[in-house]
């Protein structure tokens, strides 16, 4: 299946795409980290975002999105970054009838490297591997949105998505209102 | 000028539009609360409360959207969903060129009432007395608001905003992308 990685953010958000299934090692379709100027107003930052989400989600039209689940240990200023685009994020999915999923970092490190406290640095060398990747992907967002990808394309089965047959079909685009 | 307030937040999620300006009283034009069913999936609740914003943005087209500012006093859960309908609410309104700005509830409270340690009663009654309203607006989402466009419609001379002309001017919808 095909999933959209997505690590949230509003200086700088990893959007990777990614083909494969449970037992397959996958491939990597597409990957970016879409940035914005901190300087710039939050509303014109968030635009920005939702434009690379939305150019990525039409051209590459995912099955599935997988998205970080946020967690309480980091502070309140860059929370609500990650939260409003991550909110975009599940809009611009919901949308398009693309079943959105979440995964804390731990799920996605044990996913990927077989150990929850695995570093950045062994997830990015584990996803190079994987990927048959010439390189590690850079900087760490593009990495962490491919293993978000990947945790949710091996897990999918196990996944309350799967069990509802039309939502794992390719669905047609909705008109957005 | 006329501005949607909007006090956000996933479970309530509180929109009014209020015609005022510095040194008037006002009128309120309209006023909703939208809800979601928490027993729904987040993109799904994100995607309900995003058609009442766009819908009150392109039927009373607001000049400016003022916007409850986030604060550390809430639970991450809490911060999550209102961050989230945040996000919502400033890429719908940059996709129409509609400026936003956010106020802290301490700022709101003193603008309607004078002063900043009012509590949600005072804040309801003032708004009804001020907009000459025949009833407290419930729930005090409403109020709430309600009483964020009012500060913004008042305080506009000193923002930011105000300094740009053609943001002030009622531009043309931009097509969304």
């Known amino acids: 299946m095909r999933v959209l990685g997505v690590d949230p953010g509003l200086t700088r958000c990893g959007l990777a795409i990614v083909e494969a299934s449970p037992g397959s090692r996958g491939e990597l379709i597409y990957v970016e980290v879409a940035s914005t100027d901190s300087k710039l107003d939050p509303s014109d930052r968030l635009f920005e975002i939702a434009q690379r989400i939305t150019w990525v989600l039409d051209n590459f039209s995912p099955q599935a999105v997988s998205l970080e689940r946020l967690f309480a240990q980091q502070n309140l200023r860059t929370v609500m970054g990650v939260a409003q685009v991550s909110g975009v994020v599940m809009l611009s999915a919901r949308e398009r009838n693309i079943p959105?999923?979440?995964?804390?970092?731990?799920?996605?490190?044990?996913?990927?490297?077989?150990?929850?406290?695995?570093?950045?640095?062994?997830?990015?060398?584990?996803?190079?591997?994987?990927?048959?990747?010439?390189?590690?992907?850079?900087?760490?967002?593009?990495?962490?949105?491919?293993?978000?990808?990947?945790?949710?394309?091996?897990?999918?089965?196990?996944?309350?998505?799967?069990?509802?047959?039309?939502?794992?079909?390719?669905?047609?685009?909705?008109?957005?209102?």
């Open 100 to 177: 959105v999923s979440t995964y804390t970092p731990t799920a996605v490190k044990s996913s990927v490297t077989g150990s929850g406290r695995s570093d950045k640095k062994q997830v990015s060398k584990m996803v190079k591997e994987l990927l048959n990747l010439e390189e590690i992907p850079k900087p760490a967002d593009a990495a962490d949105a491919i293993a978000l990808a990947l945790c949710h394309a091996w897990r999918v089965p196990n996944q309350k998505v799967s069990s509802d047959p039309f939502r794992q079909r390719k669905v047609p685009k909705v008109k957005r209102t």
